[in-house]
């Protein structure tokens, strides 16, 4: 610095700032030396905030007006030392513009996909994108916790944290909320919402707050919607036979547009021509063909069955083996069997099944 501008900035008893970068949130008032002078005019525009610091201490903080820096109107400086010396001595201060306008059109996403559990799905993953907005609420502590003693800090020092912060919430949020994934298009106002009042929690340490929170998309991986297409597409295909004959024809249609198809498009055609033309005949020209007889059901699957006996079992054994048993006295109405299906171990006798192999023989005599 030349010794004009020295002189220069000596007279200059005017402090303010105007910002014309719309990016900057702090910016630092150079004067040579770090000297304000006694009774300097400060300005505070609306929209931003002034700190003054003294000795390394931060001082006090202004809000939108004009001050003259006195001990007289000023009752906050008669604790700060050698002012009435018009700063003269050694003592150096120092004063930080904080812009306290909203910061918009921040971009947040999510880097990799998010894990949950979708009710219709089960585990799925997804991506999600959108905007923000943010604002200096808390001067004093936003320069002490970030901004430090960096002369002019910029919103991209600080984005990327805040943008870890949204992704860790967001994450948190939209695990916990349970919406089916088809149905978060619908609910991502009340997501937003929840998302920006649990960001603004961790933010209010910094000094910040985020008035708005938007977002614009949530995607599902590329696997999921090719299949969340095609059973798209089948519940508007409706009757899949009409759907399959107007596939064919739009496949024979583009086929014989393509003169380069050759022999191939040829046969391709032929093909689904003669398919169409079997599916025709067998619905007839006065409406579908008698369907044919059904096939009888499948014969029934014969069971088998275990026996019970001194505290072992014995089998598995047919229907005709138990029959031989009891005729032969070896199965009675009192032995227990299971078969598979069957809740328990049940006595012969309460079986349907195998209740009838004891009316072949008369039962015991009355008395007996």
Do not use: C
């Not at 609306?46 to 820096?69: K, N």
């Not at 001595?89 to 059109?105: G, H, L």
């Amino acid at each position: 610095m030349g010794i004009f501008d020295f002189l220069s900035g000596e007279f200059i008893d005017v402090i303010h700032w105007v910002d014309d970068t719309r990016d900057t949130m702090v910016w630092r008032f150079e004067r040579e030396g770090h000297e304000i002078k006694y009774g300097a005019k400060l300005t505070v525009r609306e929209g931003q905030a002034a700190i003054f610091v003294h000795e390394g201490q931060l001082a006090d903080v202004f809000t939108p007006g004009l001050y003259m820096l006195e001990t007289n109107n000023m009752p906050v400086m008669t604790t700060l030392q050698h002012w009435h010396h018009g700063f003269k001595s050694p003592f150096k201060s120092e004063i930080y513009f904080v812009n306290t306008t909203r910061f918009n059109d921040l971009k947040w996403g999510t880097k990799n996909p998010i894990m949950l559990r979708d009710p219709e799905f089960g585990p799925t993953r997804i991506r999600a994108f959108g905007t923000y907005s943010v604002r200096v609420t808390d001067p004093a502590r936003f320069l002490t916790e970030i901004v430090g003693t960096d002369g002019e800090f910029t919103m991209d020092e600080i984005s990327f944290q805040i943008r870890n912060i949204i992704v860790q919430e967001f994450s948190r949020v939209i695990a916990g909320a349970g919406i089916p994934v088809l149905d978060m298009a619908a609910n991502t106002d009340d997501l937003g919402k929840l998302v920006a009042t649990e960001v603004s929690k961790t933010l209010q340490n910094y000094g910040l707050t985020m008035p708005e929170f938007y977002i614009e998309n949530i995607s599902l991986p590329p696997a999921v919607e090719a299949a969340l297409d095609k059973r798209t597409s089948m519940g508007l295909a409706g009757d899949l036979g009409k759907f399959t004959q107007y596939s064919a024809a739009e496949a024979m249609t583009a086929a014989a547009q393509n003169p380069a198809g050759g022999g191939m498009a040829a046969g391709l055609g032929a093909g689904m021509g003669m398919a169409m033309a079997g599916q025709m005949t067998q619905q007839g020209p006065w409406g579908p063909a008698p369907a044919a007889p059904a096939a009888p059901p499948p014969p029934p699957v014969e069971h088998v069955w275990h026996i019970a006996e001194k505290g072992a079992t014995k089998g598995p054994f047919s229907k005709a083996d138990m029959g031989r048993m009891a005729g032969a006295g070896e199965l009675t109405r009192e032995t227990y069997v299971w078969t598979p299906g069957q809740d328990g171990w049940m006595r012969a006798e309460d079986v349907a099944e195998l209740a009838q192999l004891f009316t072949i023989l008369p039962p015991p005599p009355p008395g007996a």
